[in-house]
């Protein structure tokens, strides 16, 4: 089973996403199985993270941006803004790809364990992430 | 098929827990397929590594310390201890999840490739891995 | 359906290999499903980038070989060559698997997403990335 759905961010930083990502699992009313998630882009990834305090996912995004910085004089692929080939290198240190078991009908997270959408462009963007369900 | 496995970590750094993974895939019983590894916490990851020499490892460990420190002054996240908030970000930027081919009802890794957890907490830890097995 | 492709790197940095991995995956004649690739080495790994400016996958090397840099000298697993030890610490932080929906027998990969084989060694080598593909 396949669905694509649609994430709207609002601007740069970690969207958590687990309820729309449990509302397609749930449909496919398979008691045990693997959930595979894939980002259609490659400015945004994904990333399971702590669901509980806020101050874990802003100092995850913080330390991100010292180490990945806009507007570092190496970079030569400067044509799409300052955020743009700071998100490629974001992307590719991160993941764009995820697969969750499926345990009793639903997502086997862990307790603190939510299913985000790392934004990395400072624009409001539309992302495609296709969700895979198999046995 | 799914199986969780308990692994205890004794301190930071990368367990090689191979021998388990593949125990399950043995009793999975199946020449062909896909095994999924899915760790159900957010400050320990998955690697796949040499497991030929230990230096390599030691180094991998001294890197991701020296990039993720504790105690940096730029952390607000800081009420579960100094090396809390250096593991979500540790875990983001590795591995939450693995899927090795199975071929001939074993593990498909290359001649020098190990599984590890990798554990970014300091004190001893009780880690859950839901491991899948499909066709 | 388990395919081992070969792919000849000439030198360190992003080669594309998606025509390869896209042979497979129509060959397989699969209207829906998932394609997960494995990369059988530790001093290698696979990303998904932008195929479309070489000047974004040549800012991704650049940054990555200043933040694992050659001769670093905390390193003790040095036997190898310079380039071996930052090759295990880049295929640590970058993807050892990738897992790619199929929809309508083709890759469900985004407008400008390509799937490229990252060499973290300097000289040529001869890499194996094993794909499956199920349902």
Redesign the interface.
């Known amino acids: 089973?396949?669905k694509t759905l649609t994430i709207q961010t609002p601007s740069q930083g970690l969207h958590e996403f687990t309820h729309e990502v449990r509302d397609v699992v749930r449909s496919a009313d398979l008691q045990?199985?693997?959930c595979?998630l894939?980002?259609?882009?490659?400015s945004a990834s994904l990333?399971?993270?702590?669901n509980a305090?806020p101050?874990?996912r802003?100092?995850?995004e913080?330390?991100?941006n010292?180490?990945?910085p806009e507007n570092?004089p190496?970079?030569?692929?400067t044509m799409e803004g300052p955020d743009d080939?700071p998100s490629?290198?974001k992307?590719?240190?991160?993941?764009?790809?995820?697969?969750?078991?499926i345990?009793d009908g639903d997502l086997?997270?862990?307790?603190?364990?939510g299913i985000f959408l790392w934004e990395h462009r400072t624009s409001p963007k539309s992302r495609?992430v296709?969700v895979?369900i198999?046995?």
């Open positions: 089973m396949l045990e199985g693997l595979t894939f980002i259609q882009h490659t990333t399971i993270q702590e305090d101050s874990a802003r100092d995850l913080n330390w991100i010292r180490h990945v570092d190496h970079y030569t692929h080939m490629h290198i992307a590719a240190i991160t993941s764009t790809t995820l697969s969750i078991p345990i086997a997270l862990g307790t603190w364990q495609r296709v895979h198999g046995a």
